[in-house]
């Protein structure tokens, strides 16, 4: 038990810390904007109470918006990726089997961590985008924003997951 919080909690600041410190500099053009903090969300493992998510993806979600100014839209797009994750979980997990504890790549089928990545990061940037500029008169251009930066996000996260979160 003890092993999980320090696991845990080492997760939450070194991805906070990449986040504020590193991938907030990062803008091409402003159409590519890697957020990878989410990650910290996506490996919590399936079995964490939804209450226990919830809380930590508000938690995670007003620190990055402590950092970044941006009175609670990271807080609303990842409470809302935290709520909507066991439902993501049993849409594409076709048999009990298939979801583990621990929803890492070295846990489960390529394919399966790939497509719950790109589900829930493209969620997470919708919802955080479109309450960024809280209008649809551009929605095109919003929209043509997430998938790029849903892309780049998530070519991030399954990277790091061979560097860095080999469990």
Request: avoid cysteine; hydrophobic fraction near 55%.
């Amino acid at each position: 038990m003890n092993n999980y919080f320090v696991k845990y909690g080492v997760m939450f600041v070194s991805l906070v810390l990449v986040q504020v410190l590193i991938l907030n500099q990062v803008q091409f053009s402003g159409f590519f904007n890697p957020y990878i903090y989410v990650l910290f969300i996506l490996l919590l493992p399936s079995n964490t109470p939804k209450y226990a998510v919830l809380i930590l993806g508000f938690i995670l979600g007003f620190v990055i918006d402590i950092f970044t100014n941006t009175l609670g839209v990271h807080s609303a797009a990842t409470v809302f990726v935290a709520f909507i994750r066991p439902a993501i979980l049993r849409l594409i997990s076709n048999r009990e089997d298939d979801r583990g504890d621990y929803p890492g790549l070295n846990h489960s089928n390529p394919g399966w961590f790939i497509t719950y990545v790109l589900m829930m990061v493209f969620i997470h940037h919708f919802i955080l985008f479109y309450l960024e500029v809280y209008t649809f008169s551009n929605f095109f251009t919003t929209f043509y924003r997430i998938i790029l930066s849903s892309l780049f996000s998530s070519l991030v996260i399954v990277l790091s997951q061979f560097l860095v979160f080999k469990e």
